[in-house]
Every structure is written in C-alpha cells, then in structure tokens.
C-alpha cells in the first residue's frame, strides 16, 4: 500500500519561504514521476509542480519561478521549495503519482497534507 507522509507546512508572512517533505512508502518510488497538489478552502485540488522519475519538472503558470520540485530517490522523498510565498497560496499541500496519461490525475490515495498559511 502506497502512503504519502506530507510535512513542513505551517504559517509564514508574505514573502517569505517554506520546504516542504514528502516521504513516499509501499511502491517502487524511482518508477513514478511525482506531484505536489494543493487545495485552498472551497477550491478544487489542483497540482501545481510535477517531476518525471529522470528530473524533468513542470510548474503550474501560478508558481512558477517561485516554486522548485526535487526528489531524492535514494531517500524515496520528494520536495517543495517555495519562495516568495503569498496569500493564494495559503493551502493544504498534499503530493502524489500524477497519471501522465489520464491528465495528471493522482494514482493513488492522499495522504493528510500539510497545511500551509500565508499571512501577516
């Protein structure tokens, strides 16, 4: 069984910068690009970085250039760098498995998320 732990949220002010960790069990980590999804209150979830399993990223259009997706597949975790945080991003981060061929829809369960909250 595949389990995402999520950490590393938490409460910052504008400008500022979070990391946050996704620790990845129960399946062959290498074999999967990953995700990082985020859903605000009352908004759908949607993914916001990507990596394939050899690095490539991708950046959604709203975080771009403030964002960095890395993985350590040694260590079977992905990470979010995010800098220059403002107030829409203030939302529960959750990573996964996007489905490259079925439109990055997550291939597996969530995990709980982290919450991220951006404010003065």
């Known amino acids: 069984q595949v389990q995402f732990v999520e950490s590393g949220g938490g409460l910052v002010q504008p400008g500022g910068s979070l990391r946050l960790s996704c620790a990845v069990s129960g399946t062959n980590f290498t074999m999967y690009g990953m995700g990082w999804y985020r859903q605000a209150p009352g908004k759908q979830r949607e993914l916001v970085a990507r990596i394939t399993s050899a690095g490539s990223t991708n950046y959604a259009g709203s975080v771009k250039g403030r964002f960095t997706i890395s993985r350590d597949n040694n260590e079977n975790t992905v990470y979010l760098q995010m800098d220059g945080l403002k107030p829409e991003d203030t939302a529960v981060y959750y990573c996964?498995?996007?489905?490259?061929?079925?439109?990055?829809?997550?291939?597996?369960?969530w995990g709980q998320g982290t919450q991220v909250t951006v404010s003065l």
């Open positions: 996964n498995a996007p489905n490259y061929y079925r439109n990055y829809v997550p291939q597996f369960a």
